[in-house]
């Protein structure tokens, strides 16, 4: 707590304890995002106390306050996995830090791999459940009461609401043919999955997999925020589809969601 409390105060007195409303995780293929947004302030993963700083090449590492369709936001543009070496505390730092400067809701994108077999490449779904791989999760440990129980519930992590307006989005965008829904399997990676983990991951109940995203919801939801998560689908797994990743291959992918992405989640922003 006393971490959290550190990184927040630092943040306050160095953004005129701007308060942002909405909170933004820019996964894989929604980086585009950040030039929509105002920005107000700026501040280096870096240079905020205790937080991790990233590791991945294709994650800028910046908190970015400012305003998106008017709204305040607070945008972190780098995100932590639990493969990077980090803790689970540290992946889900940010979000606890974000919700200490007045969050009340998180919005998360992030890169997958389709399961379902009826999903295209550079589809993007609408998370709307999620199956836990990973080894471990941010509440294993003492439970930080000031931030929530000991045993959140986890009926409903994805807001129906905010699914509901993103549907909305999506269809006034002219989007609908490329949105799915769907339920999002998080494993450690970081490598990809053999041919038979990826039947697995169906059977069980997946519509796409990823490494990220499931940590952070959990915090989330551990603090009682609203969640609204978007997978872009970057490569398809499903039997007959299958063939070796090229890392190039998921950003290409990832690069012609982008637009519609953003779009979406701007639309989604300007009508709270
Ligand atoms: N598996 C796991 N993570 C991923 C994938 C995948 O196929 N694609 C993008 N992230």
Do not use: W
Not at 105 to 130: E, K, Y
Not at 131 to 154: C, H, K, S, V, W
Not at 168 to 191: E, K
Not at 241 to 254: E, R, S
């Amino acid at each position: 707590m006393q971490h959290l409390r550190e990184a927040a105060a630092y943040i306050q007195a160095n953004s005129q304890a701007f308060q942002p409303e909405t909170g933004i995780i820019l996964g894989t293929g929604l980086g585009a995002l950040a030039n929509e947004v105002d920005v107000e302030h700026e501040i280096s993963y870096a240079d905020i106390p205790h937080f991790p700083v990233s590791t991945v090449e294709s994650h800028a590492g910046r908190l970015l306050l400012g305003r998106m369709a008017g709204k305040k936001v607070a945008v972190l543009q780098g995100r932590f996995h639990y493969y990077e070496g980090y803790t689970m505390q540290q992946v889900a730092m940010p979000v606890r830090v974000l919700k200490l400067l007045g969050i009340a809701r998180l919005l998360v994108s992030n890169a997958a791999g389709g399961l379902n077999p009826d999903f295209n490449l550079a589809d993007l779904m609408l998370i709307d459940d999620h199956i836990n791989l990973q080894p471990t999760n941010p509440l294993i440990g003492a439970n930080l009461d000031e931030m929530g129980p000991r045993f959140p519930d986890m009926f409903a992590p994805y807001d129906a609401d905010l699914l509901r307006r993103a549907e909305a989005a999506a269809q006034a965008l002219g989007q609908a043919g490329t949105t799915r829904r769907g339920v999002y399997a998080s494993v450690p990676g970081p490598m990809l999955e053999t041919p038979a983990e990826y039947r697995y991951l169906r059977t069980i109940g997946a519509d796409a997999v990823g490494m990220s995203t499931v940590p952070e919801v959990i915090a989330a939801r551990h603090l009682n925020l609203p969640v609204l998560a978007v997978s872009v689908i970057t490569d398809l797994c499903a039997p007959g589809h299958l063939k070796p990743v090229v890392l190039a291959d998921i950003f290409a992918a990832a690069g012609a969601a982008e637009p519609r992405l953003t779009a979406l989640i701007k639309a989604v922003v300007a009508g709270l």
